[in-house]
Nanobody
């Protein structure tokens, strides 16, 4: 099974920055899509940012202009740069990857274990 390992979470003051990393055990250059999700206590998991193998990106409206998703295929690592952090950004952040595994279009998904981001004074 493909392993995804997140890192970079921590505690930061409002207005601060963090960069999350997600290291994959398989080449992310072959992934169909790479995403970051987050889940706050008592809330459903939501898509924060995604990037396709074609380079298209999408963001949750509340993080547009503050977060940037990127990837380094050579390092098999996905990143989420988070700037101007707000208390509402507090959540466990999960990376996700999807691969298309056959010509019929079947896919497999892999999830990281999550990294905690806490934004508080």
């Amino acid at each position: 099974q493909v392993q995804l390992v997140e890192s970079g979470g921590g505690v930061v003051q409002p207005g601060g920055s963090l960069r999350l990393s997600c290291a994959a055990s398989r080449r992310i250059g072959t992934a169909y899509a790479l995403d970051w999700y987050r889940q706050a206590p008592g809330k459903e998991r939501e898509l924060v940012a995604g990037i396709t193998n074609g380079g298209a990106t999408n963001y949750l409206d509340s993080v547009k202009g503050r977060f940037t998703i990127s990837r380094d295929n050579a390092k098999n690592t996905l990143y989420l740069q988070m700037n101007s952090l707000k208390p509402d950004d507090t959540a466990v952040y999960y990376c996700h990857a999807r691969w298309i595994v056959n010509v019929e279009g079947a896919s497999v998904d892999s999830w990281g274990q999550g990294t905690q981001v806490t934004v508080s004074s």
